[in-house]
Structure formats: C-alpha cells, structure tokens
C-alpha cells in the first residue's frame, strides 16, 4: 500500500512565495503528480515529476526526490485565485501491472491580501 | 470535447435506496476511475477500469458496483445507500497510464450526493 502525507493547511501573503510539501511511501514508485482543486471543482492537473530534480511551469515548480520519498509544490507571486486545496498524487504499480495513482489529504491553502 | 461528463450534478437519496452514477468521456481513454471524497479529504479510489470489460477494485469498493461495457461509459450503482455514503464522487479518466509518461487524469464535475 502506500502513505502519502501533506500538511493540511496552509496560508500565505499575495505576492510571497510558499512551498507545499508531500512526502510518500510506495513499492512501485512510478510518477507524481500535483492537482488544484478549488472548492466545489473537480480536481484539474498542474505538474508531473517521475524523475529526480525540478519541473518548472510559469508561477509553479514541482521537486522530486524519489530516494527520499519527498516532493514539494512551490507557488510565487501568490495571487488571490491561488487559494485552493493542492493535491498529491503518486502513481503506483498495481499487483495486475497497472499504474494506478492514490491521493493524499491535500493541503488547503488560503491566501490573504 | 466535452472530457469527462457526470450526471446527476446532485441527488438526495433515502437509506436504502438505489441508484447509478453515469460517467462518460469522450477522449477514448482506456483508463477510468470512480473516487470518493469526503469533507476536508483527498480523494479515495473506489473503482477504476483499464479498459472496456475490466474493472477491478481500489481501497473503498464495499457498497458500490461497476461496469464497463464501452470505453466510453463507467456507471457507478449504489445498492442499498447508508449514510456513510454520502459524499462528493468523482469520475476521472486518463489514457494508457504507460511506464513513467505522465498520462495524467481528467475529471468531471463530480456529484454531490446526500443519504437521509
């Protein structure tokens, strides 16, 4: 099985930087993915990492470090529109060989003029 | 494209009662998923199907059904609804979930469902 762990709740100043870390237990590690959900939404894809180091995207980065268990999100220029709950996902490989992603809690992030 | 649609967007049912969730995609993905969410949680996998005729179970199955009879369709049946099983669900699908590609998941718009 697998034990993904993210803080719960977050907050920031529009503007700052803040990073959002996920930390993850899996036999067959095969990818990890960060999702944006906005309250009442559907959960909407922002960054993928299977391989170690940074994925940068605009205002969003992703880090991997797949020896460590361990990835953050990191956000900058904050905007109001950033407040949302942030989802880790890993991908892992099923006992039937399929690659199929858990979720974490998710972290709530508020930001605040 | 319309992605990934769900319908009913709400329902109230009464315990014991039954009903079908319906999820279509129209991106002809094999891979689609049925995930729960409950207030303040991430979201739990109930079901998923990496094509049409499979479908197997993921870490909260008991009370629900599934069947996938094209690659377009993933209905969810409620049997016999209790209280526990009101939450949001959500469906989702993705492509061929290949070793290490990204093949990440598509959404619907969820629905929002209460058991009294």
């Known amino acids: 099985g697998q034990n993904i762990d993210q803080p719960t709740e977050m907050t920031a100043t529009e503007g700052a930087i803040v990073q959002i870390n996920c930390t993850y237990q899996t036999s067959g590690f095969n990818g990890l993915f960060w999702y944006q959900q906005h309250a009442g939404e559907a959960p909407t894809f922002l960054s993928y990492n299977v391989l170690d180091g940074l994925e940068e995207k605009g205002r969003f980065s992703s880090f991997l470090s797949r020896s460590k268990g361990y990835s953050y999100l990191l956000l900058k220029e904050l905007q109001m529109k950033d407040s949302a709950s942030y989802l880790c996902a890993v991908r892992d490989r099923m006992t039937g060989g399929s690659y199929i992603p858990t979720f974490g809690r998710g972290t709530s992030l508020i930001v605040h003029p | ?116």
């Open chain 2, 1 to 116: 494209n319309a992605g990934v649609t769900q319908t009913p967007k709400f329902r109230i049912l009464k315990i014991g009662q039954s009903m079908t969730l319906q999820c279509t995609q129209d991106m002809n993905h094999n891979y689609m998923y049925w995930y729960r969410q409950d207030p303040g949680m991430g979201l739990k996998l109930i079901y998923y199907s990496v094509g049409a005729g499979i479908t197997d179970k993921g870490e909260v199955p008991n009370g629900y059904n599934v069947s996938r009879s094209t690659t377009e369709d993933f209905p969810l049946r409620l049997e016999l609804a209790a209280p526990s099983q009101t939450s949001v669900y959500f469906c989702a699908s993705s492509t061929l979930n290949r070793d290490r590609a990204r093949d990440e998941q598509f959404f619907g718009p969820g629905t929002r469902l209460t058991v009294l």
